[in-house]
């Protein structure tokens, strides 16, 4: 089983983000970096839990204007574990002497494990073990086990188990000059059984409530100790104080429960927690209905090459992080699939046309998934018929980036890193996302036949897009041709003519070429309903037999751009860029990337 | 046309109450009582708005007990509308002489519209004409039209349009010495076309917002008037002050848009209220929608029969409030059928057994809709498992009563209304609302032919509650039988024998015919499934061989009691009952219902 670890050997701090990044845990409903468990936000740690489709919005003042920004927020920190020896430091990798590190991710079950021993300053040596799991089966729990063990010395320790709520989102160093602060604490807690800890987002009002219970074992001995409990403001941590013998192992469990205001089947969340955790199993019975859970997912999704132990390793990869994102418990949480999982702050959590790529596999392997993932698009049909409405066009427009609900995301001014200019940004006319949005509606349906779903929400979308498409096609008298002037490809190096103040550029291919197929596409789609379905979708839709007409027209003379008559232009005007300056760029700046 | 409507002639103070329920409108998300426009909660009238799945609860101190009830919250009443001449008072029909008063609910479009003529004490006759509707097409949008005319004076005139979240719970008068606060004010604010208000359930945490647009208009052409907007902690209403003419109409259109924290493809309820209100489009606009939309709906709903209309009538009533509790726009909303749909607040809009009765209707017309609320138990399966484990038995135990979070909501104590005392309530033993389930279950499948959720969802509820039932059945060595001790069947007023302290009855026949029923048929279930998704669905619920040849054996040989070996007796020991003591009663009391 090789072939589905992630094996890390050795301690590399400056290695630790990304490694945090490709060790996430998640369940299609929340997700955690895999960060350290004793580690804080800090120079080469970063933990971040994330709810799926969890976001909000802050103002933040920026070169004298302000701008608004949606945020996928950084939840409280429910890892935090550490320890330290009576008179010693809290356990931190960045301080002391690591050996004989090793991570693994096991993908098959997902389980970030973790082994190390470190010598701190006063020559103790401690071997500390972890393995964690954010649980596929059971959508609510995570949890974390920690054996630590003395190696060449006795004496008291303290052990701290936290939920963390002093949490900022300041994952991503470009976005820092931004507001960060989405989260107000609303209580702290001490249950009968742990702890809890209760956020709401500041724009958003989703509320989160975490409960912990923390036990330590010596073996499977439950080992009663002086607990004491400590909440300020932000945070509520159970401190344990004990004795700790050479060579003899203290485990300490953390079983976490987490409810949102968006659950199903809820009360409140902290009430839901609370009871959750009171009734929730110990570990290593987690751990197997975890297993279980991603036995049976693996069953259904794993993809096996022939091409070396390599490639397997990083389709699983993929496929892992994948199902990580949307995943069965996904279904109905009225969430689409983001540019970066819900893995961290980069691409703001924002949807963009990542479904494109990624809605083939779950057609085939996870339907439900699929169809789960459009409804995010039907949900916001209206706010994109009222996008396209105020761009003067018919039908509907969904944003370039998507998130709460359904508005264009895209900032409209945009932060060069190397030069620290603002500038505008012009990728919101990315409207190629209009034809990625129906070409997986099609080949959902392709895949799965579910007539169902095209009648009652498919082919509204559909047909809403092309109205769209169809209202945006000029017809150049000239070329006797139609064209889609003023949009952006999805090569995003290039939004606008030089010297020209015109946004967007003319005839992108890419887009001609999609936007006819939709608009043929979608007389095939009328075709496929049977009356009165079709009938009733046009008169409501409004949609007239001289639209059908134009859209058929459309679909069979667009214009697409050639340089020298053979080879497909980008764009229009292509050809007549100047080559970049690469020698100028390659002195200037070391990396050009 | 007549067999669909219900036409009310002349004002009926004592008859409002009974006129409101009947004449609620809702989509499947909201639904708001028949109120009059003008009225607040008094005496004869009780506007009432309610969320589908809108609960709350608290806590009330009774008989030196506190206890905790869940209820269907009573929303801030966007219907408020009224006017007076000046130096006039407020319209309010129980103060002034009615005339010509007639009251339709037109059901084939889902319209409620009144009209009547007043004279004040000063001899002023006025004219009144109102329509309204909830959408089935637009689900956060409702509106009203009214539509006023002096009939023999001219003056000055305010109007007012409010929305009033000065509200509690008051409708059901047994429940009035509970406590009966459910909502907190968080805002209210004035907008660039209107008011909005936003309330927050003080347990709950539900957020609901109500945006309101009011605008006046001489025929089609909109007035332009003096406005004044007066919000204090609760309300906000919109104040008009115009002249009047004799003979000369002056027509309101209010339309309203509602969100909540639990809505999908939001960002906050009071942004998407507010964004929601500045694009929903007029009056005439709203209702040909809405109008399409239920005449789609009575296309696949439609019951025809042929004895006669006023059975005709009964039918389409029934249906009309059916679809009006769970429709189309239900989909996915987490609620189940509740034993008065929407409607008001007796049985505290729970969720008992009503879905046996109505699933048969959507799993033939409206399949999506039977399985929505079928879902609606799936989510709730772990609350289910945990009361089964504190009853000391396996598999899951649903609630006779659930709400919010599938706990047990059936009170613990329930006062009589005629003796004022409060007596223990043993109905929640009414666990044959877990043959029910397994049932409606069944029944789905056998209708749709959805074997994708038989095999993800249905098998695992229906073999849960098997899996309860089998460890509730008790073998009677004497009877050489099995028996269901300590039950309550459908017939609540027998709840448990006299001079006994067991509660509950024993082997009520219809529970046991039903349970045994159940266990039969989760082995057909098993057979249905594919194997491995059986042997996988029986290791995950731990349901071993043994258990499997139990179900058989109990299914098998279920005990049912006989009255003279023919006629099958309610439950055990019925036979030796006394006769109710009719005459003594009827005496006693002048009605003994």
Same sequence: chains 1, 2.
Avoid at 239 to 260: C, D, M, P, W
Avoid at 556 to 576: H, M, N, R
Wanted: hydrophobic share 35%.
């Amino acid at each position: 089983m090789d072939n589905f670890q992630i094996v890390y050997s050795g301690w590399d701090p400056e290695e630790q983000k990304l490694r945090e990044a490709l060790c996430t845990l998640g369940n299609g409903y929340i997700a955690t970096r895999g960060a350290a468990e004793e580690s804080k936000d800090s120079k080469n740690n970063y933990p971040g839990t994330y709810l799926a489709g969890g976001y909000n919005r802050a103002k933040s003042n920026i070169a004298d204007k302000e701008i608004e920004n949606e945020d996928l927020v950084n939840f409280p920190n429910w890892l935090y574990l550490n320890f330290r020896p009576e008179s010693g430091s809290w356990l931190n990798l960045d301080e002391c002497e690591v050996q004989d590190y090793q991570q693994v991710l096991d993908m098959e079950s997902g389980i970030l494990s973790r082994s190390f021993v470190i010598e701190d300053s006063e020559g103790r040596k401690s071997k500390i073990e972890s393995r964690r799991l954010v649980s596929m089966r059971d959508m609510h729990n995570a949890a974390l086990e920690w054996i630590l063990t003395p190696l060449n010395w006795s004496g008291s320790i303290e052990i701290v188990s936290e939920l963390d709520g002093n949490i900022t989102n300041n994952g991503v160093e470009r976005y820092r000059d931004l507001e960060s602060r989405h989260l107000d604490v609303l209580s702290t807690q001490e249950l009968k059984d742990g702890i809890s800890l209760t956020v709401q987002t500041n724009q958003t009002q989703l509320v989160m409530a975490q409960a912990a219970r923390t036990t330590l074992f010596d073996g499977n001995h439950k080992l009663e100790v002086d607990t004491k409990t400590i909440s300020n403001k932000k945070s509520i941590a159970q401190h344990f104080f004990l004795n700790a013998k050479e060579g003899i192992s203290v485990r300490a469990e953390k079983i976490v429960s987490i409810y949102t205001s968006r659950d199903k089947a809820i009360s409140e969340p902290s009430l839901e927690a609370s009871e959750n955790i009171a009734f929730a199993p110990l570990f290593d019975q987690l751990l197997k209905r975890h297993r279980q859970a991603w036995n049976r997912l693996w069953k259904q999704a794993d993809i096996q090459l022939d091409n070396g132990a390599k490639t397997q390793r990083l389709a699983r990869l993929h496929v892992f992080h994948i199902l990580q994102t949307a995943s069965p418990n996904s279904v109905g949480l009225d969430i689409g699939i983001p540019a970066r999982g819900w893995h961290g702050e980069a691409y703001r959590g924002h949807i963009f046309w990542d479904e494109l790529f990624i809605t083939p596999f779950y057609n085939l392997r996870f339907p439900d998934i699929a169809k789960s993932l459009l409804m995010y698009r039907y949900y916001r049909l209206e706010k994109a018929r009222h996008a396209a409405k105020e761009a003067g066009l018919r039908g509907a427009l969904y944003p370039w980036q998507s998130g709460s609900n359904g508005r264009e995301e895209s900032q409209k001014i945009h932060l060069n890193p190397q030069s620290g200019n603002w500038l505008p940004d012009h990728t919101y006319l990315q409207y190629h996302v209009n034809a990625a949005i129906a070409y997986n509606i099609w080949n959902y349906y392709k895949a799965t036949g579910d007539h169902e779903f095209l009648s009652c929400f498919g082919a509204e979308i559909f047909l809403s897009i092309a109205s769209f498409w169809g209202s945006k096609a000029e017809f150049d008298t000239d070329k006797g041709r139609y064209v889609f002037l003023q949009v952006v490809g999805p090569d995003e190096y290039h939004t606008s003519y030089p010297d020209s103040d015109q946004q967007g550029l003319n005839n992108n291919a890419y887009t001609n070429v999609f936007a006819a197929w939709v608009l043929q596409m979608a007389l095939d789609i009328l075709d496929l309903l049977e009356n009165p379905t079709a009938e009733r979708l046009l008169q409501r839709l409004e949609i007239d037999e001289d639209e059908l007409l134009l859209w058929k027209d459309i679909g069979t003379k667009i214009y697409l751009p050639f340089l020298d008559g053979e080879v497909i232009s980008q764009f229009e005007g292509y050809e007549d860029l100047e080559e970049f300056p690469w020698e100028e760029y390659r002195k200037k700046y070391d990396n050009i990337q």
